[in-house]
């Protein structure tokens, strides 16, 4: 059983930082961490039925279910154990290296998936809507468990039953101790039974690396 599920879009830049500070305790704490799916595009399904999210979106998130549906491939053919691994690859290209383009084709697919050691046939998933049904699965159970009207990151501390929340979202990877004294703080938060949200609006702009 896993220590903590981490429920990811690939596009967005807040699950990308949440996600490298979770590596980054993993590592220290030895935790088991099951990356999991949420989707942008299924999650603002509403907005685009009425017009109300820009065009720029509607491709950005187009592009996450793409991958999505890729690494819901990869985790059907090679186990959970190498989605972590594709999050990784994909999350550098898109923003480390500001390279998202070269995941919009097949080829460009294929060569990420190589690179991490997977089938590079399964990049052909991404056009294939057959593995959107355990996108939205997930997605389902993610906000079941955090509640309407949120988006990525969503974690589950001590899945199933644990504590589950969207966020933390940190505007730059914690390193180190420092690392490790946010998870204590937002562990120990997150398993008082009456806490509901601490949020602010005033944030930096994401540092992705």
Known sequence: ??????FWDPVCPWAWITSRWVEEVAG??????DWRFICLRMINEARYADG????RSAAAHGLGLRLLR???????A???EAVGALYTAFGTRIHVDQQREE?????GLAGVLGETGLPVELAGAAEEPRWDEPIRADTDT????AGENLGTPILTF???DGPSFFGPVISQIPRGGEAVDLWDCVTRVARFPGFAELKRSARGRPQTS
């Open 158 to 160: 001590e899945p199933p």
């Open 52 to 55: 109300s999210l820009p065009e």
């Open 142 to 145: 993610a906000i079941e468990r």
């Open 78 to 80: 090679e186990g959970g």
């Open 70 to 76: 890729v690494a819901a491939a990869v985790r059907d």
């Open 1 to 6: 059983m896993a220590d903590v599920e981490f």
């Open 28 to 33: 220290q704490r030895n935790l088991d961490v």
């Open 103 to 107: 995941l919009a084709t097949e080829a």
